[in-house]
Every structure is written in structure tokens, then in C-alpha cells.
């Protein structure tokens, strides 16, 4: 209290009797909100102060908060599943919207072999349009999702590689284990060839369709986005090839012969 009252005082001496309604009386107590408002301020000021101060001398510390070996593997673990999840998920739709796509074509050819002209591929466009709306907007809803995912199984899986010949060196019987977990990976990264590469062809086909008609140019431009998101996983997953490649351990590949 007597630290206070060295430098947070009002002298109110001479209202101690004024009405509180008086005009004297309200002044008073608007200056003395506004040195509140003020001396609030400077507070505030003095607090982001001391937190950038703390965030300086942390850094100047050498303070690391990135996630070590454990939280990148568990994460990475965590993640895989939903990852499967979601590319099972946009694999369906995929495949419905090449289901709808040569559907489409078909009744193009038919069209065109009964004379209809271009107004029957009008309404055969607007048609496509509204069946690709639903599935295109899941994809783009899953392709959100797909690369934080993506991003998380791939730190844990560097975090396994980057180890492995020193956990190898560590405990050799921890070789078995990190073989297996090789072969997933192998396999891993060949399907995702496999399947996404049918997925850079419906890229590259969708652009041409753009133009073709207004009413499809929009869902088309959404599911492009969308299915783009995904080809990044072919490039990651060979990195993780090359990492196995990269850690010098040699594992027999040899499938195991029935008895």
C-alpha cells in the first residue's frame, strides 16, 4: 500500500462532500477513469514487452520446441489409418466419376449417331454437371484433409528411417522389424504409382474438357484442385524409397517358399 501510494493517487479531498451528480464531481471520476485506461494500457504494453523478452532470451537459449523422435513416429502413427481412410474414400468417387464420365461419352456417340446435334451434348453437359457436383465436392472436401495427413505420416516414417542404422548398430535384432517395415513401405509407394497415376491422367484429360463446356467448367476446375493434392503423394513416397535405400541396411527380399 504504501508502494501505491507513492505514484497511484487522486487527490479527492475537496469532493469528499460534492454531490455525485454534480458536474465537478462527474469530471472527476472521467479523469480518473481515463488515468485507469491509461495506466491499463501501459500495462499491457510492459506485458508484450516481458513476453518478447522471454521469446529472445529462449531463442538466444537455444530452447527447442520441435517434436522429437517419439512425437513424430506416434503422430505418424496415429495418422496412417485416416490416410488410408481417406484415399479409400476418394478412390470410390473416383470411380463414380468415371463411371458418370463414360456414361456421358456414350450418350455423346449415340447422340451424334442419330443426328441430335450439339443441343442434345448441351443437356447431356448440364446433366454430367449436376451428377459430378456431389462426389467433387467430397474429393476437395478429403483432398483438405488428405495433405496434413500426408504430411504427418511422412514425418513419422523420416523419423524411422533416419534411425534405423543407428537402431540397427544398436540392437541387430531390431533388423527383422525394420525389413518388414521396408516391404509396407515398398508396397506402399507402388500402389501409389499404380493409383495415382490413373489420377495424373484424369488431371491432364479434365484440363481440355474446361473448355469445352460452361455449365462443366466449374465442377471440372474443383475436381482438378482437388485430385492435384494427391499426386504430391507419389513424390513423397519415393522419397521414402530413397531414404530406405539411404540407410545401407540389406534385407532379403526373398518371398518366404511354402513347406
Known amino acids: 500500500m504504501a508502494l501505491v501510494r507513492a505514484f497511484q493517487w487522486e487527490d479527492w479531498r475537496e469532493l469528499r462532500f460534492a454531490d455525485t451528480s454534480a458536474g465537478e464531481y462527474r469530471r472527476a471520476v472521467a479523469k480518473l477513469a481515463a488515468r485507469l485506461v491509461d495506466a491499463n494500457r501501459q500495462v499491457e504494453q510492459v506485458d508484450v514487452a516481458a513476453r518478447a523478452l522471454q521469446t529472445m532470451a529462449d531463442a538466444s ?16 502413427e496415429e495418422a496412417l489409418p485416416k490416410l488410408v481412410e481417406t484415399m479409400t474414400a476418394i478412390g470410390k468417387d473416383i470411380e463414380l466419376i468415371g463411371q458418370t464420365m463414360q456414361e456421358a461419352t456414350t450418350d455423346i456417340k449415340r447422340g451424334d449417331g442419330q443426328a441430335k446435334g450439339f443441343g442434345a451434348r448441351l443437356l447431356i453437359a448440364q446433366r454430367v454437371a449436376r451428377q459430378l457436383t456431389d462426389p467433387v465436392e467430397r474429393i476437395r472436401s478429403f483432398g483438405a484433409e488428405f495433405a496434413p495427413q500426408l504430411h504427418e505420416v ?10 534405423a542404422a543407428a537402431e540397427v548398430q544398436r540392437d541387430p535384432s531390431s533388423k527383422a522389424n525394420l525389413c518388414e517395415f521396408f516391404r509396407a513401405v515398398r508396397t506402399m509407394s507402388a500402389a501409389a504409382h499404380e493409383g495415382l497415376g490413373s489420377t495424373q491422367g484424369m488431371i491432364d484429360a479434365i484440363a481440355p474438357l474446361e473448355k469445352m463446356s460452361r455449365d462443366l467448367r466449374p465442377v471440372l476446375r474443383r475436381l482438378r484442385q482437388g485430385l492435384t493434392a494427391m499426386v504430391e503423394a507419389r513424390e513423397v513416397s519415393d522419397e521414402w524409397v530413397q531414404l530406405i535405400e539411404a ?13
Do not use: K, M
Not at 154 to 163: C, K, V
Open 61 to 76: 537459449a537455444g530452447v527447442d520446441e520441435s517434436p522429437g523422435f517419439i512425437d513424430r513416429v506416434a503422430t505418424g
Open 154 to 163: 511422412d514425418q513419422g516414417f523420416r523419423a524411422i528411417l533416419e534411425h
Open 247 to 259: 540407410t545401407g541396411i540389406t534385407c532379403d527380399e526373398t518371398p518366404p517358399t511354402a513347406a
